[in-house]
């Protein structure tokens, strides 16, 4: 609408949805349309571009040399991180309340078997260290993974709490939502901490004498998920 200037006025409904970055209604889910296109609105083809790239990464160094027991550890973790950042991008454009809860359901279920394959990680590099006990979380990469293991275990409990019983957990359906402000901003910071342990892994040993990452590659694509994923953060849905 316009004013008597001719100067479009702004429309507060509009500007709440607006994402960080971008116009309205560029990673907002429209009525009619399916969920799939979530993962591929806006600016999410970067971010998936970025993490399949990372994960192709990933899994090209290990693949090129001979699987050991402990290569399974990289390749668990890496495909963790892809779901992750999956679950991310299908709930951000959700708008109706039908979206936002079919949405939630397949967040749930990504973000579900992305914690399992980082439990089945830590366990292949435990019972890898079981030996040597000495050298757990002694590199700057284990020490800043195991805050993150810790941290995405909470979150993902927080999340199914709040979504499944949040009368039981939290003693009503009001306090759980009161709540989600904060679950969607911690999640944002994890996927941030993620993609720092990705490229912490460069400087390991393991990574030296065996995978040959390079660092740039793990940045520039981390860059890309990011910049993906950024933009379609929306304002209002973190209280802001």
């Known amino acids: 609408m316009a004013s008597a200037t001719g100067i479009p006025e702004s429309n507060p409904a509009l500007e709440e949805q607006e994402p ?54 990289p390749l668990l973790n890496s495909a963790a991180v892809l779901l992750l950042v999956q679950a991310t991008l299908v709930l951000q454009p ?30 292949v590099i435990e019972m890898n260290k079981a030996s040597h006990p000495e050298t757990r979380f002694q590199s700057t990469h284990g020490k800043v993974a195991l805050l993150v293991y810790i941290l995405i ?42 993609l720092v342990v990705v490229a912490l892994a460069t400087d390991t040993a393991f990574n030296h004498n065996v995978l040959h990452m390079k660092l740039w590659a793990v940045l520039v694509s981390s860059a890309l998920v990011l910049i993906g994923v950024v933009p379609r953060i929306k304002k209002r849905k973190l209280g802001f």
């Open 20 to 73: 960080l970055l971008g116009r309205p209604g560029d990673a907002t889910q429209l009525q009619g349309q399916r969920l799939p296109w979530n993962l591929v609105t806006g600016t999410a083809i970067l971010a998936q571009a970025g993490i399949w790239i990372l994960t192709a990464l990933v899994w090209a160094s290990v693949l090129e040399n001979d699987i050991i027991f402990f290569s399974y550890h």
């Open 94 to 123: 959700t708008a109706a309340q039908k979206d936002k809860i079919q949405g939630t359901y397949v967040h749930s279920v990504l973000n579900t078997l992305g914690v399992a394959a980082l439990i089945a990680g830590l366990v």
């Open 153 to 194: 275990f909470i979150q993902w409990l927080v999340g199914l709490a709040q979504f499944f019983t949040p009368n039981l957990v939290f003693g009503s359906v009001d306090k759980a939502k009161s709540v989600y402000k904060y679950h969607r901003i911690s999640g944002y910071v994890l996927t941030v901490l993620f």
